[in-house]
C-alpha cells in the first residue's frame, strides 16, 4: 500500500516515541493474550490480524502485498508460523489489507486497499472455510466484487459482525472515515453495494468486533477508538492506546478479554492490552470500565506521555513537509 508522506516521516520517530499498550494484569489466558512477536520472515507486511476461535491462540495474519493468496496461522505462544494457507478460486490480490473471523468459522480477507488513491472500479473479499487442520495447504475461497454508493476509495479496515455475519468496511481518509454496511448476505454471482452508515473519527488502518458483538475498535497509526456497536448506530465510549509507527491491524483475543495491536516489519511485535468496556463474552476487567485509555490510572500516564511525543512528532512532520515544499 503507497504510504502518505507524513507516515514515512514518522517511522523515522517511532523508536524514540513509540508508546507501548497497557502491560498485561498477569492473569492466565490463552496463548498471544499477552502479545508475542511474528518471526516468520516471509510476514514482512502483516497488515491484518484475526483470533482463531477454532484454534485458541491462534491468530491469522497476511501480508500487504504477497506473491500469492496466502494466510499465516501464527501460534500466539511463539510467534511462529504453524500453517500457511493458500487460497485457490481467486484471481491474483492487489492489495490485501484486512482479516477476520465470522460465523461458523468462515474467515473473511479484505483484499480492499486502493493504491491509486481511490480509483479502482472496484475491490474483493475472499471468504473461506477455516481448515480445521492447522498444515500448510490450498483451500478454495469465493471471491466477491465490492463497490461502494458513492463512489470508489481506499480501505484498509474490514469487520464482520460475530453473530449477524454481516460484512463492514470502514474507508482510510485522514480526516476521518466512514463505516459501510454491506448486504445481509454477499452475492457471488454480482456486485455487492456497500453503504454509507456512520461517521468513523479516525484516519482508520483497522478494526474489530468483540466476540459478543457489542463493542467495535478502531485503530490507527497515531490513536484507537472503541465504540459501543448499538446494532450499528455506533456511539463513541472511549480511547485506545496505540504503539505509533506503521499499525496496521487489531483484534480481540478469542475470550475478548485483550485487544491485540499488531505493526507492519520484519519480526513484527503484537502488543496486549485490556479490551475496553467488557470485550466479549468473558469477565469485564477489573473495574468495569475503559482500562484502555480514558486518561485514569496508570494508562491515563501513558496517555499523556504519548500525547507528548505525539505532539513533538507532529511538530517535526510539519517541518519537514514545510523543507519538502521548498525544495
Not at 493474550?33 to 490480524?49: H, N, Q
Not at 459501510?180 to 454509507?196: C, D, I, K
Not at 499523556?304 to 519538502?324: I, N, P, Q, T, Y
Request: proline share 6%.
Amino acid at each position: 500500500m503507497r504510504r502518505p508522506f507524513a507516515l514515512l516521516a514518522s517511522a523515522l520517530l517511532v523508536g524514540a516515541l513509540a508508546v507501548p499498550a497497557s502491560a498485561a494484569d498477569g492473569s492466565e489466558g490463552a496463548d498471544g493474550s499477552d502479545g508475542f512477536t511474528i518471526t516468520d520472515p516471509r510476514i514482512t507486511e502483516s497488515s491484518g490480524l484475526a483470533a482463531s476461535r477454532l484454534h485458541p491462540g491462534v491468530y491469522w495474519t497476511h501480508n500487504d502485498q504477497d506473491d500469492g493468496p496466502y494466510l499465516y496461522a501464527v501460534d500466539g505462544g511463539t510467534g511462529r508460523t504453524v500453517a500457511r494457507i493458500a487460497l485457490s478460486g481467486v484471481g491474483k490480490p492487489r492489495d490485501v489489507e484486512a482479516i477476520a473471523v465470522g460465523p461458523g468459522n468462515r474467515i473473511f480477507v479484505g483484499d480492499i486497499g486502493d493504491n491509486l488513491g481511490g480509483t479502482w472500479p472496484h475491490v474483493w473479499i475472499y471468504e473461506l472455510p477455516e481448515p480445521k487442520e492447522l498444515k500448510d495447504q490450498t483451500v478454495r475461497a469465493t471471491q466477491y466484487v465490492v463497490k461502494y454508493e458513492d463512489g470508489a476509495r481506499d480501505a484498509e479496515s474490514l469487520v464482520v459482525h460475530p453473530k449477524t455475519g454481516r460484512v463492514y468496511i470502514i474507508d482510510k481518509q485522514e480526516d476521518g472515515g466512514h463505516l459501510y454496511e454491506g448486504p445481509a448476505e454477499l452475492s457471488a454471482s454480482g456486485t455487492n453495494v456497500f453503504r454509507r452508515t456512520a461517521a468513523v473519527d479516525l484516519w482508520a488502518t483497522d478494526a474489530a468486533f468483540s466476540p459478543d458483538g457489542r463493542r467495535l475498535a478502531v485503530r490507527g497509526y497515531f490513536g484507537g477508538i472503541w465504540y459501543d456497536w448499538n446494532d450499528g448506530d455506533i456511539r463513541r465510549k472511549g480511547r485506545l492506546n496505540v504503539p505509533l509507527g506503521q499499525g496496521e491491524s487489531v483484534t480481540y483475543t478469542a475470550d475478548g478479554s485483550k485487544l491485540l495491536l499488531g505493526m507492519e516489519g520484519a519480526d513484527s511485535p503484537v502488543r496486549a492490552q485490556d479490551a475496553p468496556g467488557g470485550g466479549g463474552e468473558s469477565r469485564t476487567p477489573s473495574g468495569g470500565g475503559d482500562s484502555a485509555g480514558t486518561g485514569d490510572g496508570p494508562a491515563g500516564d501513558t496517555l499523556k506521555v504519548g500525547a507528548l511525543g505525539l505532539v513533538v512528532a507532529c511538530a517535526a512532520l510539519f517541518g519537514l513537509r514545510r523543507l519538502f515544499r521548498r525544495s
